[in-house]
């Protein structure tokens, strides 16, 4: 065998390893940046639960206040508080101010599983792009060992 087919065989090789080595580089970096939005959605998720938790109890603090507004306001008048429509319109008003918190918290948590499954998904993601990637790689070792061995073949007739 001739210095140009030691040439081409040993470019064979190099090209085959070269372009593993970059497809396995590609992948991982891509793979990096999907595990890097996983964990961004993931605190996008708490952050959602914590906003939350934040307005619900805004909105029940919010409702003692207007609860005692209205007591004030009754006993003002010289209506008894402790029963009666003043008693029904200050359960009412309670009922809805939980039934808000309660809403809000819902919302919260919806918000925060859609980042969850966005994360969960990204998660997934990543493994099958590191998977793909060293696949191609795999092929690209295997294609510039093809390649060597066909270019002997080639130069040795």
Known sequence: MGAAAAAMVGLNV??????ASMQKAQAKYQASQMNQNAKLANMQ??????????????????????IGSQ????AAQGIDVSSGSALDVQGDTAALAE????????????EAM????????????????????????????????????????????
């Open 14 to 19: 190099l090209q085959g390893t070269a372009n």
């Open 45 to 66: 998720a708490e952050d959602s639960l914590r906003r939350g938790e934040e307005q619900a109890y805004q909105i029940r603090k919010q409702s003692k206040s207007l």
């Open 114 to 157: 859609g980042y969850k499954i966005q994360a969960s998904q990204l998660k997934s993601n990543a493994k099958a792009v590191k998977s793909f990637g060293q696949m191609q790689s795999n092929l690209s070792l295997l294609g510039g060992g093809i390649g060597a061995v066909g270019s002997y073949y080639q130069y040795k007739q």
């Open 99 to 110: 039934l808000d918190a309660l809403t809000i918290k819902n919302n919260a948590f919806k």
């Open 71 to 74: 007591r004030a306001s009754y």
